[in-house]
């Protein structure tokens, strides 16, 4: 399956962006999606995930309560819905799908397909 992110921009702190990620190729609604973030000079870090349906999520301690996953399985599109944006959520987020994942895990590892990365970049 290959994965298309878009959505990221420059926004003030506290503010709002939505990221989308536009699924094609052998597309499968049983595949688990998530979002993973990268700040220059550190390691990729879980964002949040769901399962296939979207009722089960999974999301990092720093983004919960701000933060919101969702997909669209007949558009094959996932969406990070982001909130009261701060300083720290700078980095290139990437969005992932795996078939055999489960949306609780966190390591980048646990996923076979990536998108290319959008830039967030929040100004203080």
């Known amino acids: 399956v290959q994965l298309q992110a878009s959505g990221g921009g420059l926004v003030q702190t506290g503010g709002s962006l939505r990221l989308s990620c536009a699924a094609s190729?052998?597309?499968?609604?049983?595949?688990?999606m998530g979002w993973f973030r990268q700040a220059p000079g550190k390691e990729r870090e879980f964002v949040a995930a769901?399962?296939?349906?979207?009722?089960?999520?999974n999301y990092a301690d720093s983004v919960k309560g701000r933060f919101t996953i969702s997909r669209d399985n007949a558009r094959n599109t996932m969406y990070l819905q982001m909130d009261s944006l701060k300083p720290e959520d700078t980095a290139i987020y990437y969005c992932?799908?795996?078939?055999?994942?489960?949306?609780?895990?966190?390591?980048?590892?646990?996923?076979?397909?990536w998108g290319q990365g959008t830039q967030v970049t929040v100004s203080s």
């Open positions: 992932a799908a795996d078939a055999m994942s489960s949306y609780y895990n966190k390591s980048p590892g646990g996923y076979s397909s």
């Open positions: 769901l399962d296939f349906s979207g009722r089960r999520k």
């Open positions: 190729g052998r597309t499968n609604s049983n595949h688990v």
